[in-house]
């Protein structure tokens, strides 16, 4: 009852809160130097032209006209035309966005894979070869900017030894996953030196915890101490660093798609940047806010579930 009326309160903290992100998206799209205008018709352009063409995108009207009617398309799921490709964006979001998700949950799938182990070796032999090898390797990753573990990514196993393709996307699920893995390798190395390092620290915290001493006292197997008592303790710090760095790897994505030529919303939204296509920005980044703030709030629930004292 405790967790229902918790998630029941987190459900309704997101609505102030996405009428935030409107009011911020609404106002620095058009803080972009710029206008649709300029970008469509060249440098070039005529003012009778820019006049022309600003009317009949709505962007000669005052800014709370046009904020309203933002409002108003967004409520009703109408999010407008692409000013350049002449599609609908949802359309466009519903064909690009799938791509980025599948990446990053990859790309956290597979921090997850190499975090977890490593860290339960590196906390229980503290101080060993082995805990300073995985220590440093790791830090070698995080140093590295995306972009260029992604170039020496594809420049090592995509150029040279073939093994993977060096851009695209695929067509059938497996062949998806293919195309994918050097991307989310990309992605996941910084965010699996993050967690591993926080979950190291997580465990040795609870490894020296009363409530453990008592349970080996009890007679209990390691692996039942580590799982049960353990585990589920130090995950709560490692689960919220978690949610809190899907958009982290969200905004990593928009690097790794234009260094991988995948057609994912992170590309998109360049491209969408630089053309000056309002509509679209405005609609993938609230697609993107609102992605965010459900992973915020599943954190939580996975929180409040390992310790329910969060819900209450």
Same mark, same amino acid.
């Given at each position: ?8 309160? /987190? ?13 911020v ?7 972009? =130097? ?11 352009? /005529? ?13 000669? !009207? ?8 933002f409002?108003?398309?967004?409520v ?8 350049? &490709? ?7 979001? %519903? ?5 980025t ?14 975090? #977890? ?13 082995? *805990?300073?090898?995985? /220590?440093?390797s790791? !830090?070698?990753?995080?140093?590295? =900017?995306?972009? @260029? ?25 497996? *062949? ?6 050097? =991307?989310? #390798? ?11 390092r ?10 020296? %915890?009363? @409530?453990? *001493? ?5 007679? &209990? ?15 709560i ?10 958009g982290? &790897?969200l ?24 053309? /000056?296509? @309002?509509?679209? #920005? !405005?609609?993938l980044?609230? %697609? ?23 819900a209450?």
């Amino acid at each position: 009852m405790a967790l229902l009326s918790f998630i029941s309160r /987190r459900l309704l903290q997101l609505i102030p809160t996405l009428a935030f992100i409107l009011v911020v998206i609404f106002v620095l799209v058009r803080l972009l =130097p710029g206008d649709p205008a300029s970008a469509i018709l060249g440098d070039r352009a /005529r003012d009778a032209d820019v006049t022309r063409i600003n009317a009949e995108l709505g962007l000669d !009207q005052p800014w709370p006209v046009q904020f309203a009617l933002f409002v108003k398309h967004i409520v009703t799921g109408d999010l407008g035309n692409s000013i350049h &490709l002449k599609v609908s964006v949802a359309s466009l979001i %519903a064909e690009r966005l799938p791509v980025t998700l599948m990446l990053t949950a990859m790309a956290a799938l597979i921090a997850l894979a190499l975090s #977890v182990p490593l860290a339960f070796v590196a906390a229980t032999r503290r101080g060993s070869l082995s *805990d300073n090898a995985i /220590r440093g390797s790791f !830090q070698v990753g995080l140093s590295m =900017p995306v972009f @260029y573990v992604g170039l020496i990514l594809l420049t090592v196993f995509g150029a040279k030894l073939r093994w993977f393709p060096v851009g695209g996307f695929g067509t059938t699920f497996l *062949d998806q996953l293919y195309h994918l893995f050097l =991307p989310a #390798v990309t992605l996941a190395l910084s965010l699996s030196a993050i967690l591993m390092r926080n979950l190291r620290s997580a465990i040795i915290g609870v490894v020296g %915890a009363e @409530y453990v *001493d008592f349970a080996r006292s009890k007679g &209990l197997s390691s692996r039942l101490i580590m799982m049960r008592h353990v585990l589920r303790n130090a995950l709560i710090s490692t689960v919220t660093l978690l949610g809190l760095q899907i958009g982290t &790897l969200l905004g990593g994505a928009v690097i790794t798609e234009t260094v991988f030529a995948i057609p994912g919303a992170g590309r998109l939204m360049i491209e969408s940047i630089y053309g /000056r296509d @309002y509509p679209v #920005v !405005q609609g993938l980044t609230f %697609a993107l806010a609102i992605i965010v703030s459900l992973t915020f709030l599943a954190t939580d629930i996975v929180q409040a579930w390992l310790d329910p004292r969060v819900a209450r």
